[in-house]
């Protein structure tokens, strides 16, 4: 009887066997799995990047109008409220204020680029005044070359004499003596170098008026297409308790973001703008205006606003060289102290963005869609954190997107 309720060896080994190629066969699928999710969320992320870019050109108005009316949102409720008006009358009062100072910054750009060519011959007459500068230095340069030259020759033959040098070498030294210019051959470069630099400078300015003139034209067209998104984003836009927790929070956040960064880059650039008109320097509006737009690019646009008007200062023809550095100077100091100083001083790190990440999100969405994503990358980048950081297999991308590191606070933990 106990024999016939034995389970035999062979039967328990195949048991245990099998039990083995089930497991191996459960985790080669969970393995497989994996590597298929991993492989659709590349895939999900290439198909996204390229719809972004494909679709930039609707895309790109429409994400700067949402941008826009989470801006003035709070600006229409009050003038609902102080002035009892309804919501549609104040979007038409909103838009007619866009509409305005689109035109008056048209306008001022397209008064300083006719200044800028009115003021060609000017700009033209300062370069061949410093070619003529580099020309007489140069000169005086040749002269004293040509004089120690003409001092060393008789040392050169007595030591060819004394030391008995042979042919060879003597005709591997006379190259070298005779190569120096002679003062009238660099005179004569020189006047071609000047007609070069004034023909450089006519094609410079006309070709930078016939860019700068499209830009503007694409620019007001752009910015026509932001407004009407805005008038009716405005008119349905509807009550914050409507809205999740999450769309409340990306709002506050962006809201923040935008006032703060706009009251900082309204003195930048009225500080900006002045500095350049005390010194007296052409299109000191525009460039202010353009310190006021380019402040909104974290780390480049204000690197980029100092350097634009260093041409004209450069160029101007009744400006000295302390003049040249007092200008250059003030406003270099303007955006140093307003980008290292004043602004980690009132906004701190509201947008909750590691620089590193702000750096790389500018490069991404620079070459994605242009400019007006360098504008852009910021707040859009702020909103994908906040947009990760809800959900918890996202988490850590979101907290790596803001700096804080899960090894550091394991270790603080520990500690």
């Not at 048991?15 to 497991?23: T, Y």
């Not at 008119?235 to 900082?264: A, F, W």
């Not at 100092?306 to 250059?328: H, K, N, R, T």
Request: proline letters at 5%; hydrophobic letters at 50%; a negative charge.
């Amino acid at each position: 009887m106990e024999r016939c309720c034995q389970v035999p060896q062979e039967l328990v080994l195949s048991l245990e066997m099998a039990d083995i190629v089930c497991m191996m066969q459960l985790s080669n699928k969970d393995s497989y799995g994996r590597i298929q999710m991993i492989c659709q969320m590349v895939l999900a992320v290439v198909a996204l990047t390229y719809s972004i870019y494909w679709l930039r050109p609707v895309l790109v108005p429409l994400v700067v109008a949402l941008f826009v009316v989470s801006g003035v949102s709070p600006i229409l409720t009050m003038l609902e409220n102080r002035l009892g008006v309804s919501r549609i009358i104040a979007a038409g009062l909103t838009f007619l204020a866009g509409v305005v100072l689109l035109i008056v910054f048209g306008l001022s750009i397209w008064v300083s680029m006719v200044d800028l060519k009115n003021n060609s011959q000017a700009y033209r007459q300062r370069v061949e005044e410093i070619v003529h500068w580099g020309e007489s230095r140069f000169r005086e340069i040749g002269l004293r070359v040509e004089q120690n030259t003409s001092a060393i020759l008789p040392t050169i033959d007595s030591e060819r004499k004394g030391n008995e040098i042979d042919e060879a070498t003597a005709t591997e030294i006379s190259p070298e003596i005779s190569s120096v210019e002679s003062p009238d051959a660099m005179t004569e470069r020189s006047a071609k170098g000047k007609a070069e630099m004034s023909e450089f400078v006519d094609t410079l300015v006309r070709d930078g008026i016939g860019m700068i003139s499209q830009a503007l034209i694409s620019l007001v067209s752009t910015s026509m297409v932001v407004l009407i998104y805005v008038f009716f984003l405005l008119i349905g836009t509807p009550s914050n308790s409507h809205h999740s927790s999450m769309v409340r929070e990306i709002d506050h956040q962006v809201r923040s973001y935008l006032s703060l960064k706009t009251v900082i880059s309204i003195f930048t650039g009225l500080a900006f703008g002045i500095s350049l008109h005390l010194f007296g320097v052409p299109m000191a509006f525009t460039f202010g205006v353009l310190a006021f737009l380019l402040n909104f690019v974290p780390n480049i646009g204000p690197i980029v606003a100092s350097l634009l008007p260093v041409p004209l200062i450069i160029l101007d023809p009744d400006g000295s060289i302390l003049w040249m550095a007092g200008a250059i100077s003030v406003t270099c100091a303007i955006q140093v102290i307003s980008g290292n100083l004043i602004e980690p001083k009132i906004m701190g790190n509201s947008s909750d963005l590691h620089p590193v990440t702000i750096l790389v999100a500018l490069m991404f969405w620079g070459m994605m869609w242009g400019v007006i994503g360098m504008f852009l990358a910021t707040p859009i980048t702020a909103a994908i954190k906040i947009l990760l950081q809800r959900f918890d297999s996202t988490r850590p991308a979101a907290d790596l997107m803001a700096g804080r590191w899960p090894a550091s606070e394991d270790a603080t933990a520990i500690a």
